[in-house]
């Protein structure tokens, strides 16, 4: 029965005893009665192995959960057809390592501006360096320099004439923190912060 679970296909004899060498298995399994070796090799009992609820997760939401019900409302706007794209047109974009970042950085912001904290769509989303592009130095890509926003908001981050600015913050009505944000990618960007009007 051991024979194909433990790929024991040469056969060899499941022992009670044994010497434990890892330090890890010994302080987590080393009191149980259910642990096992093959040719010196100590399996450690599933029964044995313990684990906790994810914290702060409520239990009763997950994938099945009425969309229309407020109370198991999960706050998160990540789009599998936007995660779809993005994968099957990674060569679209200007490397492999860029196209993988900007999607690790709309999963990770659950397909919301990080600006505005609205849900993101392909027709109204670009991916903004941080910290842009200096002389002939190769652009930076990494996880780190990335941050997905919603069409305004880039467009904001990099407007210099006064009356555009106006037009972008009258369409996107920024609250006092959003415009703090905003600024700080505008001061990474080379540009002056806007005041709120």
């Excluded at 198991?72 to 936007?82: G, K, M, Q, R």
């Excluded at 990080?114 to 903004?128: D, F, I, Q, R, S």
């Amino acid at each position: 029965m051991l024979n194909g679970a433990n790929h024991n296909s040469k056969g060899f004899s499941v022992e009670k005893s044994g010497e434990i060498r890892s330090t890890f298995i010994l302080k987590n399994y080393g009191k149980s009665q259910q642990m096992r070796w093959i040719t010196d090799r100590p399996i450690i009992p599933i029964a044995y192995v313990q684990h906790e609820y994810p914290k702060y997760k409520r239990r009763c939401v997950n994938k099945y959960t009425p969309k229309n019900n407020q109370e198991y409302s999960v706050p998160d706007s990540t789009n599998f057809e936007i995660i779809r794209y993005l994968i099957e047109n990674a060569y679209k974009w200007q490397s492999i390592e860029f196209a993988d970042n900007m999607l690790s950085r709309y999963i990770a912001q659950k397909g919301k501006c990080a600006v505005t904290g609205k849900p993101l769509y392909l027709h109204n989303m670009e991916c903004h360096h941080i910290k842009p592009r200096q002389g002939g130095m190769a652009e930076n890509n990494s996880y780190q320099n990335l941050v997905i926003l919603c069409t305004e908001a880039h467009r904001l981050i990099t407007a210099t004439q006064s009356e555009t600015i106006e037009q972008y913050l009258k369409m996107l009505d920024l609250n006092e923190k959003q415009l703090t944000k905003l600024n700080k990618f505008r001061q990474h960007a080379g540009f002056e912060p806007i005041e709120k009007i």
